[in-house]
């Protein structure tokens, strides 16, 4: 069993900061590429950032130049650091990893969170 557990979501001023942490747990034998996605009430779920192994990252435009992604290996946790938030950035953050279960797992899945709510209001 894999579990992701998002956490450090909550009210934040615009003009603040916000960190959010997802770590991986359970049966892990390999974890490939991360990331994290968010979905605003009325919208769908949408790519936010995502870092590869060897720490390549990608960034929406959206967000690109406020948030910044980074992982830590070791600990199999994924990170978002939320600079200059704005209203339009409040949604449920969730996080995401491809990874396989077992040694004898055939291919890399991809698992999710079950969210953390950012909310950035004056």
């Known amino acids: 069993q894999v579990q992701l557990v998002e956490s450090g979501g909550g009210l934040v001023q615009p003009g603040g900061s916000l960190r959010l942490s997802c770590a991986a747990s359970g049966s892990i034998f390999s974890i490939g590429a991360m990331g994290w996605y968010r979905q605003a009430p009325g919208k769908q779920r949408e790519l936010v950032a995502t870092i590869t192994n060897d720490g390549s990252t990608n960034y929406a435009d959206s967000v690109k130049g406020r948030f910044t992604i980074s992982r830590d290996n070791a600990k199999n946790t994924v990170y978002l650091q939320i600079d200059s938030p704005e209203p339009e950035d409040t949604a449920v953050y969730y996080c995401?990893?491809?990874?396989?279960?077992?040694?004898?797992?055939?291919?890399?899945?991809?698992?999710w969170g079950q969210g953390t709510q950012v909310t950035v209001s004056s």
């Open positions: 995401n990893a491809a990874l396989r279960p077992r040694s004898s797992s055939p291919y890399y899945l991809l698992y």
